[in-house]
Nanobody, 125 residues
């Protein structure tokens, strides 16, 4: 499994970016794909998750209403559309993949095994 992120960059507060996570070596419907971020001095945070052909999505409260996760299954790519960006969104963003082995109350139990190299997002205020 290989994951390659792209789309990061420098943007002004209030602007938008779309991150892409191109996946190879996996069957999309069998995996949960998550977007994480880590800012300097802070713990890694899961910001969004997508699985089971879009029947399950998760957003952290910090990004709810501003970020949207979606996929192009034919291209094996998951996107993170980020709108109304804030300075506190500045971080390295990673995508990760996990083969879904268990689902509890419709929520996949994840333990991400595969990670991309990350893409830097910098939001200037």
């Amino acid at each position: 499994v290989q994951l390659v992120e792209s789309g990061g960059g420098l943007v002004q507060a209030g602007g938008s970016l779309r991150l892409s996570c191109a996946a190879s070596g996996l069957t999309f419907d069998e995996y949960a794909i998550g977007w994480f971020r880590q800012a300097p001095g802070k713990e890694r945070e899961e910001v969004a998750c997508y699985s089971d052909a879009g029947t399950y999505t998760y957003y952290a409260d910090s990004v709810k209403g501003r970020f949207t996760i979606s996929s192009d299954n034919a291209a094996n790519t998951v996107y993170l559309q980020m709108n109304s960006l804030k300075s506190e969104d500045t971080a390295v963003y990673y995508c990760a993949a996990d083969l879904i082995k268990r689902v509890v109350a419709g929520v996949p139990v994840t333990n991400y095994d595969y990670w991309g190299q990350g893409t830097q997002v910098t939001v200037s205020s």
